[in-house]
């Protein structure tokens, strides 16, 4: 009868525990990805757009669960000639690195 409550007590706690890591990771996303949107995004607008790294202020990443799989990960572009206007950016394994537009409407930097 112990051995069964520990037994119980025991897989229980494990099933609380991965569920939990599942939950929380199904909100926050990957951190591998978000790095690698990240990276994607810099290695397009430094090779592809031919931007100079000065040129570019910051890059800031987000996981959003409510997007489908293939538009989850984003990086918000600001440019160092336009601080506060962000330029919204898509990344996924299958399309690769795509602008949507600016936040706030044309800027300098729509593709």
């Known amino acids: 009868m ?5 037994f119980i007590s025991l897989f229980s706690s494990i099933v609380i525990i991965i569920g ?4 929380f990771r ?4 990957s951190q591998a990805m978000l790095d690698k949107t990240g990276d994607a995004t810099y ?3 430094i090779e592809d757009r031919q931007y100079q790294p000065g040129e570019i202020k910051n890059i800031r990443t987000v996981y959003s669960w409510k997007d489908t799989r293939e538009n989850a990960y984003n ?3 600001e440019f160092a000639d336009e601080p506060g206007r962000e330029y919204e ?3 996924n394994d299958n399309q690769g690195i795509r602008q949507t537009g600016s936040l706030d409407g044309e800027g300098n930097h729509v593709e």
């Open 2 to 6: 112990k051995r069964t409550t520990v």
């Open 20 to 23: 939990g890591v599942l939950i």
């Open 26 to 29: 199904f909100f926050t996303g």
């Open 43 to 45: 290695v397009h607008l």
């Open 75 to 77: 990086a918000y572009v």
């Open 89 to 91: 950016y898509i990344y």
